[in-house]
C-alpha cells in the first residue's frame, strides 16, 4: 500500500513539473529614451522568452496609439537580450508624437512603454545681399541665427527664374552648421530674372530664408528684408512689421506687410502700405476673421521690382462663447421666498455684465 502510495506522488510530480515546464515565457521589451537632435529612438530586450523573435523595432504616430498598423521601422529578428536602437524618418518638425518599441514572435506583437516627445522647429534663417552681379554670375549666401536644437545638416543658395526657387532648383551646398556662409552663382542667362532664397535642413525638413529678386548684368537687386513676428493679436487685429535691411542700390518706394489665408501671400492679397525707405516698421493688419490661421510676409518695392520677407504664421483668437455658470442648490426654502444662487467658472473670453437667478413655475425659466 505505501509503495502504490510513494509511486502515485511521484507521478503526480512529473506530471506537475512537465505542465509548469511546456508554459511559455513571453519576451519583455521595454522603450528608451529618445534623442530629440537626430530623430533617435531607443530600446531594450529585456528577456527573449522562450520563444523565437521574428522582428522587432519602433512604432510611432501622432495620436496617441501606435501599433504596427502605423508608421514602422522594421529591424529584423534577434536572438539575444540587450538594447537597440533606430533613426526614426519621415518625423514633421514642431509636432508631438507617441512612440514605443515592439516585437513579434509567433503569437502576437508585444509593445514597450509609451513614450511622448515634441519635435524642434527648422533651423532661422535669412538670404544675405547680393553682389558681384555680373551677366553670368553673383555672390550671395546666407545667415543661419539658430537650429533650434537640431544640426543643420545641409546649407546653401537656391536661385530660378520663377518665384519660390527650392532645393529642386539649381542651388549650392556651402557646409553645414549656424553662422554665415557665401554662395557663388554660376552659369547665369545674361539679361534675366532670377529668385535666389538661401536653404537650410534638419532631419526634420529644410526651412527657406526670404527671397531675393535680381537681374544679372545690373548691379541693383530687390530689397533686402525680414518679417517681424506678429504680436498683439485679438479676434480682428495683430500687429506685425518688417525691417528694410537694404535697398538693393535702388530706393525702396513702398513697403508694409501682406496676409493671406493661404502660403505665400504678395501684394495682390490684403496689404497694409507703411511709407517708403530702408529700416524699422510696424504694420496692423486688420479685417482679420477670429479663430483663422494666416500666412503674413513684409514686402519692399524698388525699380528692380518687390522682395518679401521670411513667412510668419499666426492664429486669431476665439470669437468669444457663452460664459459657464453653476446653479447653486436651494436652501432655506419657505412658504414665499427660497435662497440659491450660482458660481461662473469661466467668462467665455469676454467679461460678464450681468448675473443672477431666474425662476419660474415651469421648467427651463430664462433671463428674457
Same mark, same amino acid.
Given at each position: 500500500?505505501?509503495?502504490?502510495?510513494?509511486?502515485?506522488?511521484?507521478?503526480?510530480?512529473?506530471?506537475?513539473?512537465?505542465?509548469?515546464?511546456?508554459?511559455?515565457?513571453?519576451?519583455?521589451?521595454?522603450?528608451?529614451?529618445?534623442?530629440?537632435?537626430?530623430?533617435?529612438?531607443?530600446?531594450?530586450?529585456?528577456?527573449?522568452?522562450?520563444?523565437?523573435?521574428?522582428?522587432?523595432?519602433?512604432?510611432?504616430?501622432?495620436?496617441?496609439?501606435?501599433?504596427?498598423?502605423?508608421q514602422?521601422?522594421?529591424?529584423g529578428?534577434?536572438?539575444?537580450?540587450?538594447?537597440?536602437?533606430?533613426?526614426?524618418?519621415?518625423?514633421?518638425?514642431?509636432?508631438?508624437?507617441f512612440?514605443?518599441?515592439?516585437?513579434?514572435?509567433?503569437?502576437?506583437?508585444?509593445?514597450?512603454?509609451?513614450?511622448?516627445?515634441?519635435?524642434?522647429?527648422?533651423?532661422?534663417?535669412?538670404?544675405?545681399?547680393?553682389?558681384?552681379?555680373?551677366?553670368?554670375?553673383?555672390?550671395?549666401?546666407?545667415?543661419?541665427?539658430?537650429?533650434?536644437?537640431?544640426?543643420?545638416?545641409a546649407?546653401?543658395?537656391?536661385?530660378?527664374t520663377?518665384?519660390?526657387?527650392?532645393?529642386?532648383?539649381?542651388?549650392?551646398?556651402?557646409?553645414?552648421?549656424?553662422?554665415?556662409?557665401?554662395?557663388?552663382?554660376s552659369?547665369?542667362?545674361?539679361?534675366?530674372?532670377?529668385?535666389?532664397?538661401?536653404?537650410?535642413?534638419?532631419?526634420?525638413?529644410?526651412?527657406?530664408?526670404?527671397?531675393?529678386?535680381?537681374?544679372?548684368?545690373?548691379?541693383?537687386?530687390?530689397?533686402?528684408?525680414? %518679417?517681424?513676428?506678429?504680436?498683439?493679436?485679438?479676434?480682428?487685429?495683430?500687429?506685425?512689421?518688417?525691417?528694410?535691411?537694404?535697398?538693393?542700390?535702388?530706393?525702396?518706394?513702398?513697403?508694409?506687410?501682406?496676409?493671406?489665408?493661404?502660403?505665400?501671400?504678395?501684394?495682390?492679397?490684403?496689404?497694409?502700405?507703411?511709407?517708403?525707405?530702408?529700416?524699422?516698421?510696424?504694420?496692423?493688419?486688420?479685417?482679420?476673421?477670429?479663430?483663422?490661421?494666416?500666412?503674413?510676409?513684409?514686402?519692399?518695392?524698388?525699380?528692380?521690382?518687390?522682395?518679401?520677407?521670411?513667412?510668419?504664421?499666426?492664429?486669431?483668437?476665439?470669437?468669444?462663447?457663452?460664459?459657464?455658470?453653476?446653479?447653486?442648490?436651494? %436652501?432655506?426654502?419657505?412658504?414665499?421666498?427660497?435662497?440659491?444662487?450660482?458660481?461662473?467658472?469661466?467668462?467665455?473670453?469676454?467679461?460678464?455684465?450681468?448675473?443672477?437667478v431666474?425662476?419660474?413655475?415651469?421648467?427651463?425659466?430664462?433671463?428674457?
Amino acid at each position: 500500500m505505501c509503495k502504490k502510495f510513494l509511486w502515485l506522488v511521484i507521478l503526480s510530480g512529473i506530471i506537475t513539473f512537465s505542465c509548469k515546464k511546456d508554459i511559455p515565457r513571453r519576451a519583455v521589451v521595454t522603450t528608451g529614451n529618445f534623442e530629440l537632435a537626430m530623430a533617435i529612438a531607443h530600446g531594450t530586450l529585456v528577456d527573449k522568452g522562450n520563444e523565437e523573435i521574428d522582428d522587432h523595432g519602433f512604432c510611432w504616430d501622432s495620436m496617441g496609439n501606435p501599433g504596427l498598423n502605423t508608421q514602422t521601422v522594421h529591424l529584423g529578428a534577434i536572438s539575444s537580450t540587450g538594447n537597440f536602437q533606430s533613426a526614426i524618418p519621415s518625423l514633421s518638425s514642431n509636432k508631438t508624437y507617441f512612440l514605443r518599441a515592439f516585437i513579434l514572435d509567433n503569437t502576437e506583437p508585444l509593445y514597450g512603454n509609451l513614450i511622448t516627445f515634441t519635435t524642434p522647429d527648422l533651423p532661422v534663417l535669412t538670404t544675405d545681399t547680393l553682389s558681384g552681379i555680373t551677366e553670368n554670375y553673383a555672390v550671395c549666401g546666407g545667415i543661419i541665427t539658430s537650429d533650434n536644437g537640431s544640426p543643420v545638416l545641409a546649407r546653401g543658395v537656391c536661385w530660378g527664374t520663377s518665384e519660390h526657387p527650392d532645393t529642386s532648383s539649381t542651388h549650392t551646398n556651402d557646409g553645414t552648421g549656424t553662422g554665415s556662409f557665401s554662395s557663388v552663382l554660376s552659369g547665369l542667362s545674361a539679361n534675366t530674372k532670377y529668385f535666389v532664397r538661401a536653404y537650410a535642413s534638419s532631419v526634420y525638413g529644410i526651412r527657406y530664408g526670404n527671397e531675393v529678386v535680381f537681374n544679372t548684368g545690373q548691379g541693383a537687386t530687390t530689397p533686402l528684408l525680414s %518679417t517681424n513676428p506678429a504680436s498683439g493679436i485679438t479676434q480682428t487685429v495683430a500687429i506685425a512689421g518688417g525691417n528694410v535691411v537694404s535697398d538693393g542700390g535702388s530706393a525702396v518706394t513702398s513697403r508694409g506687410v501682406c496676409w493671406s489665408a493661404i502660403p505665400y501671400p504678395t501684394t495682390a492679397n490684403n496689404k497694409t502700405d507703411d511709407g517708403t525707405g530702408s529700416g524699422i516698421f510696424t504694420s496692423t493688419l486688420s479685417g482679420l476673421t477670429a479663430n483663422t490661421t494666416y500666412y503674413a510676409r513684409a514686402y519692399a518695392i524698388n525699380d528692380i521690382g518687390t522682395s518679401y520677407g521670411n513667412e510668419i504664421t499666426f492664429t486669431t483668437l476665439p470669437a468669444p462663447g457663452l460664459p459657464t455658470v453653476i446653479t447653486t442648490s436651494i %436652501t432655506d426654502i419657505t412658504q414665499t421666498s427660497a435662497t440659491s444662487g450660482g458660481t461662473v467658472t469661466a467668462d467665455g473670453g469676454s467679461p460678464v455684465t450681468v448675473r443672477g437667478v431666474c425662476w419660474n413655475t415651469s421648467p427651463n425659466p430664462s433671463y428674457r
